[in-house]
């Protein structure tokens, strides 16, 4: 397994692509924090992890939020002291968000400012 002992921090990890790349980064042995505005099915993707035997975190984030981007990447340092691998699945590029990296109530619920890293 290529990620063996790397921790990765998925954003919409509930489904599509996010919840894909969630699978596969555990399949080859990352532990994934999984991060989704959607508590519902953020908790069924890191469910889903474990069910393979694999370790994973849900944290309910909106990649909007300032507030929620820093309790996820705390999360992963507090539960698993590092962070390797990022992926953003809802993207930060619709309407406005761009020019407002953290969005705010009145803008789309899929602009945010986590970047893509590893
Ligand atoms: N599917 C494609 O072919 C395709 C092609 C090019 C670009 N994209 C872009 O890739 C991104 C993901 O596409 P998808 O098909 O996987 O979408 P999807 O709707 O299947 O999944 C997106 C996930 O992100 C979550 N999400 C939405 N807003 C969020 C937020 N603010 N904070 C945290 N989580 C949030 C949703 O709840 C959902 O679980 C989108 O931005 C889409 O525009 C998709």
Redesign the pocket.
Known sequence: MRLNNRVAIV??A?????KAIALRYACEGAKVVV????AE?GQATADEIRSLKQEATFVR????EESDVRRMVETAFERYGRVDLGRC???GI?GDGAERPFGNSKGP??S?GFPSIG
């Open positions: 954003t919409g509930g489904a599509g692509i996010g991060a989704e505005i959607n099915t984030t909106d990649v909007a699945a809802p993207g619709d619920r899929r945010g």
